[in-house]
């Protein structure tokens, strides 16, 4: 048997990060919901980005910043937020969604 | 490597045999919830913890799933994982068992062999194993209690083995060796560092570390799937040549080898082949020793690897014989023959046309004993001379 299949994974295992095959779907569509970040609150504590499940909080420096391409809307980094500073809009209230 | 020096022998059970197996791998992070035969691993591991020898980290869990999910993730870490389980506990993580072998997490896991859910038995038989055959594990089964310390040191060489990343099942009969006390050389810690220290030499493996986001196991569509799954099936092939490389080195530094993936017993002259698995073969190779007195050409061939199966060795082992016998700790469902009968059958177009008898004997806690031993090689023999045979035949249920 010939493979012509290029590996698309470096790894043995199904490993991936935020350059390469973890953010490569559409996943921004699934929204329904949007976070929105008090950014003067933000003590840039990183629970956000610990629980984010495709991984989309970016990190600004001294505060995050959502990736909207890939967020799903699911509302953990709202739960998760010891300061209450997320909230979660709905995607109704946006024109550019 | 340098021969290793004579341990100090014991007389210890097959449960604790695994646990000192483990304890000499130095585990990161070990869970086990107690299920009978194998509580007693579990117990001794802690034992070791508390006594100093190990500074393993002993994670209490709520249940058998917990406990899979525990080790596979310490390993996705970075750590090196045991834990050990029997029977309703294994199928009770059977999807964190299908993770973990996903995730090509090599975990390592002692089980103590026992009769799956459905009949409520408390008794040994090697149903588990087969429950466990489709799920991309490496699966060992062994023979005595020396085989099981010795064979978990091994699976952590095989399961990190670079190549191969694939979580390791040791198998051993429950109740038959589970709580059978034996004398056992258990290796001095030095040989057995020295004998893992190769796997420190490999590149490292990705792990999570918190503040750098990584996933595994979610890049699961379409040719990315296929992918992953064809590498995993490709590692377990290169796993069948790599147990016998490992067996052969552990043989030279402790002087005790197995035959890797199958363990050969007089076959290079026998007519006939008898093909066995774990506890039951010590008793099948005095009977064949016996029915060679008697004149018999008769053979043994122990089944040490089920997962990947031996397909070369085997073929090789059983080619050129005229008829042979396997005996079945299990049932085939909608077979209705031995589950390795059936797989040994599959090597048909290697082995070619020959009688091929299947024997299931021995479940829950029934002996396999001498006389039935004596029974299949004299009817293997007969349909080796051309006598009509049966093909199935439970044992216990003709007599």
Known sequence: MVIKHKFILKTENAWSDANEGLLCMDTGSWRTARPVLDKEKCNYCGLCALYCPPQCMKDMGDYYEVDLAYCKGCGVCAKECPRDVISMVPEGEFTDG | ?399
């Open chain 2, 1 to 399: 490597m340098a021969k290793a020096q004579k341990g100090q022998v014991r007389v210890i059970t097959g449960n604790a045999a695994a646990a000192y197996g483990a304890m000499l791998c130095r585990p990161d992070v070990a869970t086990s919830y107690p299920i009978t035969p194998m509580s007693e691993v579990a117990e001794q591991l802690s034992a070791f913890r508390a006594d100093g020898l190990v500074d393993t980290e002993m994670v209490e869990v709520e249940g058998e799933n917990s406990a899979m999910n525990v080790v596979t993730a310490a390993s996705m870490a970075g750590g090196r994982v045991f834990t050990a389980t029997s029977s309703w506990g294994l199928v009770f993580m059977y999807d964190a068992v299908q993770q973990a072998s996903g995730f090509r997490a090599p975990v390592v896991m002692a089980i103590a062999n026992r009769e799956t859910p459905g009949i409520l038995a408390v008794s040994g038989g090697q149903q588990d194993i087969i429950s466990m055959r489709d799920t991309g594990w490496i699966q060992i089964i062994v023979e005595d209690c020396q085989e099981i310390l010795d064979s978990v040191i091994m699976a952590f060489r095989l399961a990190e083995d670079f190549d191969i990343q694939l979580p390791v099942m040791v198998n051993y009969d429950g109740f038959y060796l589970s709580y059978l006390a034996t004398a056992v050389e258990i290796p001095e810690r030095e040989d057995a560092d020295q004998f893992l220290a190769p796997l420190k030499q490999q590149p490292e493996r990705p792990r999570l570390v918190p503040g750098e986001p990584l996933s595994c196991g979610t890049h699961g569509i379409e040719i990315g799937f296929m992918e992953l799954r064809y590498k995993h099936c490709a590692a377990l092939e290169r796993a069948t040549a790599k147990l016998d490389e490992i067996d052969k080195e552990f043989g030279e530094i402790f002087g005790r080898s197995y035959g890797g993936q199958i363990e050969e017993y007089r076959t290079e002259d026998a007519e006939i082949v008898l093909v066995t698995s774990g506890s039951a073969t010590g008793t099948a190779r005095t009977v064949v020793d016996a029915k060679r007195a008697e004149g018999i050409k008769v053979g043994l061939v122990k089944l040490r690897l089920f997962r990947p199966f031996p397909r070369k060795r085997l073929a090789e082992a059983l080619k050129g014989k005229k008829a042979i016998g396997v005996i079945d700790r299990s049932v085939g469902f909608g077979w209705n023959c031995g589950p390795m009968y059936m797989e040994i059958r599959a090597l048909t177009p290697e082995i070619g046309i020959i009688p091929m008898l299947s024997y299931i004997d021995g479940l829950a806690n029934l002996d396999i004993t001498i006389p039935h031993i004596e029974r299949v090689i004299d009817e293997v023999s007969a349909a080796a001379q051309g006598k009509p045979y049966q093909e199935v035949t439970w044992i216990p249920m003709e007599e």
